[in-house]
């Protein structure tokens, strides 16, 4: 912060100074990476990946920070609300997107109130029960909620979340509303579903895969077009009949309004490395997800799919109905 005194001693423009000199220091003290979700979850796993190589990158602290509830709506305006400073940013997913036609009243405008760094990584989602649910596939299951709707609930992450939304697609595909219980992310909503507590969760694979392969829980169906090799014994649900069920959560990275040009380039720069890094792709392999192309992973290619997926995700919510004060 030297040059911004300088500046101010001698008169010079002070916004074009400072700016560039943080853009040169940044980040000179720890940066924290905002979950909206709860620890241990999906959101929170990606975000503890991407963190690793931000730190390598910054070579500094980076922190991950988890700020959940409202299925994530409260984590993103606390980011919307933070000091613009590259120091609070966020990572958040499709809900980004499905918010404005569930919250009647969002204190944020997502396409106003952040600057988009660049998307991330995509990641498909699992329809699954407890493994005590007396179903194998989904006309197994389709006939066994026929029978026991009022006695079976189903789980999610709170209204805005992945997991909320795909419940959202598959109770209006079927045709059947279901008991919702909303927790303040997956992960605590995934150890209900082992205990039996709920009976259906739909959530990303980053949460399932090793669930499911440990038998822990039954997997009706994925969300992506084609079946995982991670997961080759589990059918896709438009396989299973479910059309127009395909659901990829894809992620973003945000910074606050307002952060300085020459800080937003540095975030994306490390974005950038963090896609390209084999060790990265590697790990969210591991669970079916895949690291976006580089023309995506830029502040125009997240705006312009988020302002898509908002008019694309509106009128399906509208439609299916389902929505908060
Ligand atoms: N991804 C969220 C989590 O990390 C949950 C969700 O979107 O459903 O808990």
């Known amino acids: 912060m030297k040059l911004k005194t300088a500046a101010w001693s001698v008169g010079l423009p002070l916004c074009l100074f400072s700016a560039a000199s ?47 509830g409202a299925g994530g709506t409260i984590g993103v305006n606390k980011v919307a609300r933070a000091t613009p400073d590259g120091y609070t940013v966020l990572l958040m ?48 299951l389709v006939a066994y909620l026929k029978a026991n ?18 419940g959202l697609l598959f109770m209006s595909s079927i045709g059947i509303d279901l008991t919702t219980v909303a927790y303040k992310g997956t992960a605590p909503a995934m150890s209900d579903l082992l205990g039996g507590q709920v009976d259906i969760l739909c959530d990303q694979t980053s949460n399932t895969v090793s ?19 991670q997961l080759p014994d589990v059918p896709t649900l438009a396989e299973q009949g479910l059309s127009g069920f395909e659901l990829n959560v894809w992620h973003g990275l945000y910074a606050p309004r307002g952060t300085p040009r020459p800080v937003l380039e540095r975030l994306n720069k490390a974005l950038n490395a963090t896609i390209r890094d084999a060790t990265f792709n590697a790990r969210i392999a591991e669970f079916g997800a895949v690291s976006v192309a580089p023309a995506l992973a830029t502040p125009e290619g997240l705006r312009g799919h988020l302002a898509k997926e908002i008019a694309l995700w509106g009128p399906i919510i509208v439609k299916a109905g389902q929505f908060a004060d």
């Not at 009706?220 to 077009?225: E, K, L, M, N």
């Open 211 to 229: 669930q499911i392969k440990a038998g822990k829980v039954r997997a009706i169906g994925v969300t992506s077009p084609k079946r995982l090799t």
């Open 149 to 166: 709707r009022d006695k079976t609930t189903i789980a999610n992450a709170g209204l805005g979340a992945a997991s909320h939304l795909c």
């Open 22 to 68: 943080i853009g040169q220091e940044y980040p000179t003290r720890p940066v924290s990476v905002v979950v909206p979700f709860a620890a241990g979850g999906p959101t929170d796993t990606m975000a503890r990946l991407l963190a690793q190589q931000f730190q390598a990158s910054f070579k500094q602290t980076v922190v991950v920070e988890n700020a959940p």
């Open 93 to 140: 997913h499709i809900g980004m997107a499905t918010a404005p036609a569930l919250y009647k009243r969002l204190p944020f405008d997502p396409l106003k109130d952040l600057e988009p760094i660049g998307q991330v990584a995509d990641v498909p989602m699992t329809l699954l029960t407890r493994a005590s649910l007396p179903v194998t596939g989904m006309k197994d």
